[in-house]
């Protein structure tokens, strides 16, 4: 028993030194202040849902899960539906996909695949810078360059053509779900660029070089064989900034119409959920009015975050697969 006791002893002691050994060298208190800051993101994370829950029970209490579904908005008589709002979001953030997703796709192919790489690196700066553009300015260059090109030059021959169908029925006034699509599509397009094109560089070059030996060319080797090794990661990219369109505010707010309807036509004026939140909050009244947008600002963050995980995973595995 003493030899035990004295065992038992001596190895607390080392421990003990070693603790303190690893806490003068500064580990222990790295990973202390690192583990801190990684709980402290997650507290945070949490706080942010509980009080989006919280604040909307008054509209969850009176309407249910028909809120979604309804498409009633008059505040002067406490009726309240989100519909317009999740319609006008979805239609925008879809249609902008439509446009960036070819355009950064092929960009981050040429950047990665085809450019010689100092031009490579200085595109791609560039378009980095792009993407740190404040949304507002997007906005103001939506206003008075991007509407009236379009009102000149693009609704015309597309209701000459294409007038027949629902989507281009109707007077294109400037401000409408068409405009708010195409400023989106050139917000979101550097994020699928520079994302896609770090993915496709993280492709092993044994992969290229084996059919490059093996005779085919460089488009081919780029097309059968880089782009669906990196097609994982790549819609990685597209999910990333499907997030960041949803979410957008002030240059979809400025180019959108703000108009709470659902119309079949994209040259009709409309609404999106960051939108009526930003043009109505600071003035709304009454605790269903305010419970009202924090319901919807629940949805919008577990649809983000949703998608911004799926991404993740995505670019996630095709880096391992990479490496």
């Known amino acids: 028993m003493a030899a035990t006791s004295y065992i038992a002893e001596t190895l607390g002691r080392r421990t003990s030194r070693g603790f303190f050994a690893r806490l003068r060298g500064g580990d222990e208190i790295s990973y202390l202040i690192t583990l801190a800051c990684t709980v402290s993101i997650l507290l945070i994370v949490c706080l942010i849902v509980y009080e989006l829950w919280f604040n909307s029970q008054a509209t969850f209490k009176t309407f249910g899960f028909s809120f979604l579904k309804s498409s009633a908005w008059d505040p002067n ?7 317009p709002f999740i319609y006008g979001t979805c239609v925008t953030a879809f249609l902008g996909m439509i446009i960036a997703v070819p355009l950064g796709v092929a960009a981050s192919i040429f950047l990665a695949e085809m450019a010689p790489p100092k031009l490579s690196n200085i595109l791609t700066f560039l378009i980095e810078l792009l993407a740190a553009v404040p949304s507002v300015i997007y906005g103001l260059l939506g206003i008075f ?5 379009i009102k000149a030059y693009l609704v015309p021959p597309l209701k000459s053509v294409f007038g027949f169908l629902p ?20 917000m979101v397009v550097p994020f699928i660029i520079s994302v896609s094109r770090e993915v496709l560089l993280a492709v092993p070059v044994e992969q290229r070089e084996a059919a490059l030996a093996l005779g085919a060319t460089k488009w081919e080797t780029t097309w059968d064989i880089v782009l669906p090794y990196a097609s994982t990661g790549i819609f990685g990219s597209i999910f990333l900034a499907l997030a960041r369109a949803l979410g957008e505010t002030m240059a979809v707010t400025m180019v959108v119409g703000n108009t709470p309807k659902i119309s079949a036509s994209l040259l009709s004026p409309g609404y999106s959920i960051a939108a009526v939140i930003a043009n109505e909050f600071a003035e709304a009244n009454g605790d269903l009015y ?34």
């Open 145 to 149: 360059i991007l509407v009236p090109a």
């Open 167 to 186: 989507i281009f029925e109707g007077t294109f006034y400037g401000l409408s779900l068409l405009s708010a699509g195409i400023v989106l599509s050139v």
């Open 77 to 83: 008589a406490d009726k309240y539906g989100a519909l």
């Open 290 to 323: 305010i419970s009202s947008l924090i319901f919807m600002a629940l949805v919008l963050f577990g649809l983000t975050i949703v998608i911004n995980a799926i991404a993740r995973i995505f670019i996630m595995t095709t880096q391992k697969r990479g490496s």
